[in-house]
C-alpha cells in the first residue's frame, strides 16, 4: 500500500497559490497505476503482498555466494543465522533466525533493500529463494524448501511470541 496522505496534505497547503475558480490544483502530475504497481512493494507480517512465484533454498544458496556474501561474510554486518534461543542471555544473538518474528519480513527486507544499491531488484522468484535459503542456514526450513506466497505466511518462526509477551508487560 503506498500511503499519498502526505502529497495530498502538501496539496492542501499550496492551494491557495494554486487553484483555479473551480478550487482544482495544479500541482503535480496524475501517476499511473505502472507507476504506482512498480513502488508498491510492500509485504506486511501476515504475508499481504506477497508477489506471484516461488524459489528454492538451493537456487538460493547459489545466489547468496553470488549477490550477498561478498558483504556478509563480513563479521561487521549482523548475522543472517544462528542464535536460536540466546534471546534470554546477555547478550542475546539476534539474527533473522533468533530475533525476526515473521518469515514475511525476510522477504520484505531483501526485497527492498538488498543488495544495496542494486541496478535492478531482484525479480520475485530470488527473493523468494534467498529467504528460503536463510531460513534453512537457520533450520527453520528444509535445504531443498520452495517458498511462495501461501507457503511463507506459515513459517512459525522461533521469536514469534517474543514481541507479544514485551507488549502484555506493558
Ligand atoms: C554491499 C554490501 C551488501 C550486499 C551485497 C548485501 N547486503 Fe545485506 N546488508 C548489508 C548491510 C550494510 C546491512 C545492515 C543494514 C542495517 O542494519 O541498517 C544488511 C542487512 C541485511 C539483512 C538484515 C539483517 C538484520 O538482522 O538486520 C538481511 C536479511 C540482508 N542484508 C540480506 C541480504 C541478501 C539476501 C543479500 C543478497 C541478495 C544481501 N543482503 C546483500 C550489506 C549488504
Not at 549482523?78 to 542475546?92: F, H, N, T, V, Y
Not at 528444509?142 to 512459525?156: G, V
Amino acid at each position: 500500500m503506498v500511503v499519498l496522505g502526505a502529497l495530498a496534505s502538501l496539496g492542501g497547503c499550496a492551494s491557495h497559490h494554486a487553484s483555479d475558480s473551480a478550487g482544482a490544483r495544479h500541482i503535480g502530475t496524475p501517476v499511473d497505476a505502472a507507476t504506482i504497481a512498480a513502488i508498491d512493494i510492500d509485504v506486511t507480517p501476515d504475508g499481504v503482498g506477497l508477489p506471484a512465484g516461488s524459489g528454492n533454498a538451493k537456487h538460493g544458496a547459489a545466489l547468496y555466494e553470488a549477490r550477498c556474501m561478498q558483504c556478509h561474510e563480513s563479521p561487521v554486518l549482523p548475522a543472517l543465522w544462528g542464535g536460536i534461543g540466546s534471546l534470554g542471555r546477555i547478550p542475546p544473538e539476534k539474527t533473522v533466525g533468533s530475533y525476526w518474528p515473521h518469515a514475511t519480513t525476510i522477504y520484505d527486507y531483501i526485497a527492498r533493500a538488498m543488495p544495496p544499491g542494486a541496478a535492478t531488484p531482484l525479480p520475485a522468484s530470488d527473493v523468494y529463494a534467498l529467504t528460503a535459503y536463510l531460513l534453512a542456514q537457520n533450520g527453520i526450513v528444509p535445504r531443498d524448501a520452495t517458498l511462495d506466497a501461501r507457503s511463507l505466511p506459515r513459517i512459525a518462526m522461533p521469536n514469534r511470541d517474543g514481541f507479544d509477551r514485551i507488549d502484555e508487560k506493558r
